[in-house]
């Protein structure tokens, strides 16, 4: 398990880095790094591991190999979840175990502690048969919050990537059209604040 290979997924502002070690066709195992890391953290601990696992480590966007996000752009702990959830549909990984390390565990985030594996594990249970946690400080969520939040944050992953997978090019409609589509999207506009909005929040190009 010394020799490994690099890997690279593309994503929207460039393409995220990894390296793995072992048999492809092994128990899946991807492994993330922690806060100013990246994947060489797990260079001399995967080769004490059961060979018989195919170990996959990310550079989270910003980190090691991966590419930055466009600047000025947050680090949000959430586009590192959505970060995993892009390198396990590049993998065609539909179950796998997670084992992280830090902020792949934990970093204070307003007054809980939000760990990227088990935020993942939260959100997308039925993907992840196993969890490792090396300098776990747990995950703490007000039970009166977990419904609302659970919901509301694998809405936000999963309408993205759709997105992202898509790549649709912009489709061109007439101004009435266009704002029929306005009105459908914000109900609380007027015909005449959405053709005022449509001034400047649409181009007009020879097709539309």
Known sequence: LGMFSELKFPVPWGHVAAKAWGPSEGHPVLCLHGWLDNA???DKLIPLLPRDCYYVAMDFSGHGL???RPAGSPY?????VS???????ALQWRRFTLMGHSMGNAELFFLSYCFIPPQFCFLYPEMVDKLI???????LL???DTEAWLKS???VIDRLLSLEAKQQTPKARSPEAALQRLLEANRHL??????ILLQRGATETPAG
């Open 40 to 42: 060489n953290t797990f």
């Open 66 to 68: 991966s590419s930055h």
């Open 76 to 80: 949000h702990f959430l586009d590192y």
């Open 83 to 89: 970060d995993v959830r892009r390198v396990a549909a």
């Open 133 to 139: 946690l090396l300098e776990n400080l747990g995950f």
């Open 142 to 144: 007000a039970p009166e």
């Open 153 to 155: 944050k694998r809405m």
């Open 190 to 195: 007027t015909a005449e604040g959405g053709a």
